[in-house]
């Protein structure tokens, strides 16, 4: 191990690394636009990514990704705060919601749930929250949609807390909603922090902060605001829980923040607490130990990210990969761990704003993204340490839709084993094959349904082959954690159907949650899993 310069360190220490989810709609892109407002990489909001590329139909998304080679899916944003380099890591949403949404969230040290005021907690926050809190990072919740007319705020403190079973502490508290929101109460100054006009949020906006004994605190709000505020804070002064810095490093409280960023309400006072309460890159898990960037000067990074640039002409990927420690430098030469040999990074791009660019330095913490001539998958480790070591792998996620595949043409056999095998290493689509037979009959699984049409099209495009795709009933998947389980004598019920994945790994595909259960049950000692290893 290579001892690290103050330089780097310094580096490093200043880089906060964090995801936004988000149920579509919840307003995942309005808050992005607006940290970068504050963050003064863009002048004025509105000017980030187009909202179409995150609500156009499947036909334009083609177009989209064509058009716009990696943009589209790859948003990883990069400003300055403050003092601080920021990456948000963008996790699409809509129908384009596929593995990559929970991959990302590999690459981040925290994320950032938007909660839709009106609604609460939505089906895709579910989903991708489950895998923050299997990673025990910091999750911090902005409660949006003030200016609307919301639930009640002990209403959707509850439903976090049964919804996602994480506990919460609001750090600030709405006071009005919809037509009446004047702004929040911060608990630990006790003071009323009232927003001003932002120019329908085009601008920052002046925050004023009033000691809610203050006198002039009868100007900014209305007598009835201010005795609902004070009941409602004793009662949860009572009975909430405590601030708990540790708790929330462990992801196991979450600090709530009430605002919304369309008319950039409580956005800044957000970013600031935020960025106070998360910490820089933390040590990641490998072979040799964790890996503590903060003492380990070498570079090194995995992969968890993999986008095909749609450019047919020359077929080249984009590799993502997270910079877990030291300093990298545009061209370097690094130790490819699962190839086995040195590799040379070119090409090296980062998003700023809207554009991308090409960079010639990054450090742990942010992301990038690299030229790839088909050498990385997902989850591989890069390093320039003497000393090599492999980053732990990334889960694979289950695949919520099963299709059939079948080639049209039977004499495009190779071209279509080949696609459809590369397309499966990118990580768009995973494919299995019938427990008994081998590769004639492929069942492909995918995350979101997008994922089949991405499949076809690309498969069509680049590798010449038409496909039809026989949808399957099947809506679970599980690993089976004890692989010495004979799975011939296997018993589930009639409708599970027995697979293997490229590595022959059984799994099993279920209808129902019933069904799961039953061969549980029927299966004395059998360990099921919803997530599996790369
Ligand atoms: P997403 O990325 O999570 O999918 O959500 P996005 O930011 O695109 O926001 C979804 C819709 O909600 C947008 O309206 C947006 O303007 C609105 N929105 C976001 N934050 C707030 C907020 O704090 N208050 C209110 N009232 N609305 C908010 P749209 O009508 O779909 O788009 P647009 O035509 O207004 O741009």
């Not at 699984?445 to 399957?472: M, P, T």
């Amino acid at each position: 191990m290579s001892q690290i310069t103050n330089e780097v360190k310094n580096q490093i220490k200043k880089r906060r690394t964090f995801a936004i989810i988000s149920h579509p709609d919840a307003g995942k892109t309005t808050l992005t636009e607006k940290f970068l407002l504050y963050g003064g990489a863009i002048n004025q909001a509105g000017s980030v990514k187009g909202k179409a590329t995150a609500k156009h139909a499947v036909s334009d998304w083609m177009e989209i990704e064509k058009e716009r080679g990696i943009s589209v899916t790859s948003s990883v944003l990069q400003f300055n705060y403050d003092g601080y380099c920021i990456n948000i890591l963008d996790t699409p949403g809509h129908q384009d919601f596929s593995e990559d949404t929970y991959r990302t969230l590999m690459a981040a040290d925290s994320a950032v749930m938007v909660i839709d005021a009106s609604k609460g907690v939505e089906a895709q926050t579910r989903k991708l929250f489950k895998v923050c809190t299997m990673r025990h990072i910091p999750i911090f919740t902005f409660i949006n949609k003030m200016d609307r007319e919301a639930m009640d705020t002990f209403e959707l403190l509850d439903d976090i807390e049964n919804e996602l079973g994480i506990a919460t502490c609001p750090i600030n508290w709405p006071i009005g909603s919809g037509k009446e929101f004047r702004g929040v109460y911060d608990r630990a100054s006790k003071k009323v922090e009232i927003f001003s006009d932002t120019k329908k949020g085009t601008t920052q906006g002046e925050v004023k902060k009033v000691d809610i004994n203050d006198p002039e605190i009868s100007w900014l709000i209305t007598d009835d605001q201010r005795v609902q505020l004070e009941e409602e804070i004793e009662l949860q002064d009572g009975a909430g829980a405590e601030f708990d810095q540790e708790l929330v490093s462990k992801g196991e409280l979450s600090p709530v923040f009430f605002g919304s960023a369309l008319t950039n309400f409580g956005v800044e006072t957000f970013l600031q607490h935020f960025l106070q309460m998360t910490t820089s890159p933390l040590p990641r898990t490998s072979d040799r130990g964790p890996i503590d960037p903060m003492e380990e000067g070498d570079f090194s990074a995995f992969v968890f990210k993999i986008q095909a640039n749609m450019n047919k002409a020359h077929r080249d990927r984009i590799a993502f990969m997270r910079i877990c420690s030291g300093e990298f430098e545009a061209g370097m030469d690094v130790y490819h761990m699962q190839g086995g040999k040195k590799v040379r990074l070119s090409q090296p791009q980062q998003m700023m704003a809207s554009e991308r660019k090409m960079i010639s330095k990054a450090y742990g913490g942010d992301i990038i993204g690299v030229f790839d001539p088909g050498i990385f998958s997902i989850g591989d480790t890069l390093t320039t340490a003497q000393d090599k070591f492999t980053y732990e792998g990334i889960p694979t996620f289950a695949p919520e839709h099963f299709a059939r595949v079948r080639q049209v043409d039977t004499m495009k056999r190779k071209q279509f084993i080949k696609g459809i095998n590369q397309i499966a290493q990118e990580g768009a689509i995973q494919i299995f094959q019938e427990y008994n037979t081998g590769m004639e009959e492929i069942i492909v699984g995918v995350v979101g349904v997008l994922q089949f049409d991405v499949l076809k099209y690309r498969l069509e495009n680049e590798y010449n082959v038409e496909i039809r795709l026989e949808n399957l009933p099947y809506e679970y998947i599980r690993w089976i954690e004890n692989e010495e389980i004979d799975l011939d004598k296997l018993t589930g019920t009639s409708d599970m159907k027995k697979v293997k994945d490229l590595k022959g790994r059984p799994l099993l595909l279920f209808v129902n949650e019933w069904s799961i259960r039953m061969t549980v049950d029927r299966n004395e000692g059998l360990k099921l899993t919803e997530f599996g290893r790369s």
